[in-house]
């Protein structure tokens, strides 16, 4: 059998290691490798990379893996690695996926794919130029819930479809009593933090991808908790967003409002979910779960503020039934970028459509601080992108 080598760049962190070393990666392993459209198997050989060669050392053991270093240039420069996957940090994923291109390495990266729209525009750009294939993480299109949905609109169920409204987040812990769920990082804007650079690149995709383009933004980004406490005990200041309010105004008229937020507590089925309604229908969607209610099954609510509502409209939805077996959404991505890597099969999320990503996060950053709609140009390699803030005060200088 033959095999294909990847350079797995962050997997001791929480995503790299959960999502796409064990549940990916070692999955596909597992299985007997990916399978390619001529019944082919490819087997898939995993070279982690870190800063710790002690934590490296343990994951490889634990998990019997051969390969492991810190010397990223190293492994770059090694024909047995044909593919560069990142897991690190936003503000150390551009240097290093830089160096893969050079390396003339396939790139198969974590979303945000850098820190600012023009950086991940040159990221697509060089890529280009340089011929190697290159894919970002889509996961949310592949979670059950969302395959559901997209064969709802497949099939015409809502008809015309009018808005989408999503609600995303959970309680964080501030980290004084409680540990906090999520790295300090996560909540200083200086090391990339932030929910809407964190959350807004998965709304663009997931938008695109099953309601049409994000045209305009309208947003009220905050920081709702200004001090939490770190790791190692120390109190800090919260400088990034914790939440994020937005408007989104999609091609062929359809509004989605979406809030995001690590400052609620959940009252909703999953931690994610969408409500979708349509002329002929609505569903609400999570991550698992897909419920619908079509025109014809609709009930009639009158509102009257002088008498108790008793009617139980939990109970007026239909569960859609999954008539197929999904799994995991990050292996599954993992697999058609292996098939489009190994064989050019289809894969269209490449690193465009991840600059797209980072374009509607800065955009909803920049329509939070200026207090009004930010309309979205389509993007293509040949895009300039908008002068920054610091852009324009540089020029005034």
């Known amino acids: 059998m033959s095999s294909i080598g990847i350079i797995m760049n962050g997997v001791s962190g929480r995503m790299g290691y959960r999502q796409h070393l ?25 070279l982690l990379v870190g800063r710790s060669e002690e ?65 991940a525009l040159e990221l697509a750009r ?21 395959r559901k949905l997209k064969r709802l609109i497949d099939s015409g169920f ?54 049409g383009r994000v045209e305009s933004v309208y947003a009220q980004a905050v920081t709702e908790i200004p001090q ?15 939440a994020a309010y937005a408007v989104f105004r999609l091609e062929g008229g359809v509004t989605a409002q979406l809030n995001s937020s690590w400052t609620t507590r959940v009252n909703r089925d999953e931690l994610v979910e969408f409500q979708v309604d349509g002329t002929l229908g609505s569903a609400v969607v999570g991550l698992f779960a897909c419920k619908i209610q079509p025109r014809n099954a609709t009930p009639k609510p009158v509102w009257n503020p002088d008498l108790a509502d008793e009617h ?52 909803g950053l920049r329509s939070s601080r200026e207090g009004r709609r930010i309309e979205l140009p389509d993007v293509t390699l040949d895009t300039t992108p908008a002068p920054t803030a610091s852009d324009l005060e540089a020029a005034a200088r």
């Open 312 to 363: 139980d409209y939990a109970s007026d939805w239909i569960e859609s039934p999954a008539n197929e077996v999904f799994e995991n959404g990050f292996k599954t991505q993992w697999e058609e970028f292996l098939r489009h890597v190994l064989e050019d099969g289809p894969h269209g999320f490449d690193f465009l459509a991840g600059a797209r990503g980072v374009q509607l996060a800065e955009l």
């Open 228 to 242: 939490r406490v770190d790791e190692g005990g120390q109190a800090y200041a919260a400088t990034a967003d914790d």
């Open 22 to 46: 064990v549940r990916s990666i070692l999955a596909i392993r597992d299985q007997g490798g990916v399978e390619l459209s001529d019944g082919r198997r490819v087997q898939v050989v995993p």
């Open 55 to 119: 934590k490296l050392a343990e994951l490889a053991k634990r998990h019997d893996i051969a390969d492991y270093t810190t010397d990223l240039d190293a492994a770059l420069a090694d024909d047995r690695w044909q593919i560069y996957a990142d897991f690190l940090v936003t503000k150390a994923r551009s240097a290093a996926i830089r160096r893969a291109i050079a390396a003339g390495k396939a790139i198969y990266t974590e979303k945000p794919t850098a820190e600012s729209f023009e950086e």
């Open 126 to 146: 060089l890529a280009a130029d340089a011929g190697v294939k290159n894919g970002v993480v889509h996961d949310k299109l592949y979670l059950p819930g969302m």
């Open 158 to 211: 809502f008809g015309r479809i009018l808005s989408v409204r999503g609600e995303f987040g959970y309680w964080v812990f501030e980290g004084d009593w409680q540990a906090a769920q999520r790295p300090s990082w996560n909540y200083r804007a200086e090391d990339g933090g932030g929910i809407v650079v964190d959350m807004f690149p998965h709304w663009s995709y997931v938008l695109e991808n099953l309601f």
